[in-house]
């Protein structure tokens, strides 16, 4: 790997956003994963190759370590940025079909409920771990969802919920969506779920963080 791609790839996994964070102090005024992502296009690196050789690493050392609880929240939070800032420069040759992705991930918080810090934690992990994300954002009910799938086919679903209360329009999405598309894996987390109920409700899959939610849809594709 060249240096640039090695520098970006620390970066990632200190949170190092741009040259103008003053977040990690010791990386004070230096260039950061914006700027960098910048120059290893510039150096003819190809953006598939930034994304799995540099933003993907970097992105799974970060979950493994919040897993464990060797960083948190707010750590996780800046490697989130730091990838995001990377991400703008190579999205428009995704966008662009030059690039294939991993596939498509359709991700929002359920009916009733407006948390979305997790559910944006799980989205980037994601975008980071080399997939398409497509966020409904709060408040995603059935429909929502339903549409989604019919615009992305094959997409795989992911349910966020925070309350006991709202944890509950999980079953109604789970089962209109398996209803017209049996074949659709569906993933679900937040504070109050458990894989009891992923079984009770028929989802596929329960992750209680990030780098769950990133090992399953690996698992899917194979790699
Ligand atoms: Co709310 N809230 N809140 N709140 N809030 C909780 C969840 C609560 C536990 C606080 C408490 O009472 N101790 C409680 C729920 C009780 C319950 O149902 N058991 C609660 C309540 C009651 C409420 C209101 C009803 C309060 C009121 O108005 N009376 C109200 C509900 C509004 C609504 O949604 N309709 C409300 C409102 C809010 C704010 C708007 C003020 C704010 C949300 C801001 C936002 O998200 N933009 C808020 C916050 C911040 C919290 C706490 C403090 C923090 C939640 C959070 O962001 N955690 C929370 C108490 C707490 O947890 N300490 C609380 C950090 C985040 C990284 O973790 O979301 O769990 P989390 O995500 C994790 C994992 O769960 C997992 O990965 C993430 C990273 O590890 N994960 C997934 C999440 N989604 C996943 C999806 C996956 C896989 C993994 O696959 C698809």
Redesign the pocket.
């Known amino acids: 790997m060249n240096e640039t791609l090695t520098r970006l790839s620390h970066c990632v996994e200190v949170g190092k956003i741009n040259r103008a964070s003053p977040y990690p102090p010791t990386m004070k005024e230096q260039e950061g994963a914006d700027e960098l992502a910048k120059k290893a296009l510039e150096e003819g690196c190809k953006p598939g190759d930034i994304l799995e050789n540099a933003l993907i690493p970097a992105m799974a050392i970060v979950g493994n370590k919040f897993s464990r609880q060797a960083i948190f ?1 707010p750590q996780m939070l800046m490697s989130a940025k730091a990838m995001s800032s990377a991400m703008a420069h190579l999205k428009p040759y995704f966008l662009s079909g030059e690039t294939k992705r991993k596939g498509t991930f359709i ?1 929002g918080t359920v009916t ?8 944006n ?2 989205a980037m992990m994601i975008e980071g771990g080399g997939w398409e994300v497509i966020d409904l954002g709060v408040d995603a009910g059935p429909d929502k969802f339903m549409k989604a799938i019919d615009e992305h086919p094959g997409a795989i679903i ?3 919920a ?4 709202t944890m509950e329009n999980m079953k109604k999405i789970v089962t209109a969506v398996k209803e017209k598309h049996p074949g659709a894996r569906i ?6 779920v458990t894989q009891d109920f992923c079984q009770k409700i028929g989802a596929d899959f329960y ?4 780098q769950g ?1 990133v090992n399953y849809l690996n698992t899917l594709i194979g790699s």
Do not use: R
Request: proline residues 10%.
């Open positions: 929240v991700i009733g409920d407006l948390h979305d810090i997790g559910k934690l799980v992911g349910l966020s925070l309350l006991t209360t993933l679900i987390g937040g504070a109050p992750s209680p963080d990030p939610a």
